[in-house]
């Protein structure tokens, strides 16, 4: 069901200086910011590598608000890895096996992510403590 890591989200409180760190220290590059308003997040895809199966990247976020996912881990937690993120062919149909399996989606029908993307969250609960992200990339 999993094709690949799509990518590793990671919390951060500064987004611009977590770019410049990414880029200086492991020569990525940025290839997308957005601004996500129902994420709450303002985020940067940094590109690390292209499979077969499509492109893995590292998700940098960093919170809109304090009341909002990422805001909430970083005020508990501090920085750091906050989800993986795999590559799922189909996000719709990955979510109903996953549902039948007996394990709590966060989200019932996917949303927009990055670069255009289909996304759906797991439970962190019922995955082991690992916020799990479904990641459907957009056709072109
Ligand atoms: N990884 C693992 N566990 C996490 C977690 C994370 N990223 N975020 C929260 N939790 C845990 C908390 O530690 C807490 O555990 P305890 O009950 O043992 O203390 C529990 O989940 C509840 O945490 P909370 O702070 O009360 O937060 P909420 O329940 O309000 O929300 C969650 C948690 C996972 C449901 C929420 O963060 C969510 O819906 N996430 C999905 C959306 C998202 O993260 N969007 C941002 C990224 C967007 C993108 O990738 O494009
Ligand atoms: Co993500």
Redesign the pocket.
């Known amino acids: 069901m999993l094709l690949r890591i799509d ?1 590793v ?1 990671i ?1 951060c409180h500064n987004l611009e200086e977590k770019i410049e760190f990414y880029e200086s220290t492991f020569g990525l590059t940025v290839v997308s910011r957005e601004v ?1 308003e129902e ?3 303002k ?1 940067a895809m940094l590109h690390v590598t292209d499979g077969p199966s499509g492109a893995s990247y590292v ?1 940098l ?1 960093e919170p809109l608000h304090p009341d ?3 805001g ?2 970083l ?3 501090g920085e750091g ?3 993986i ?1 795999y590559g799922v062919a189909d996000v719709t149909q990955a979510l109903q096996d996953i549902a039948a399996k007996g394990i709590k989606l ?2 019932e029908r996917p949303r927009h ?2 670069m255009g ?1 289909s ?1 759906a ?1 797991l ?3 019922d995955v082991g ?3 799990t ?1 479904l990641v459907e990339t957009a056709r072109l």
């Open positions: 990518h989200g919390a996500n994420q709450g997040v985020e998700q976020l909002t996912a990422v909430k881990f005020a508990k937690r890895v906050h989800h993120g966060i989200d992510g990055s993307a996304i969250f439970h962190p609960k403590g690992v916020l992200e």
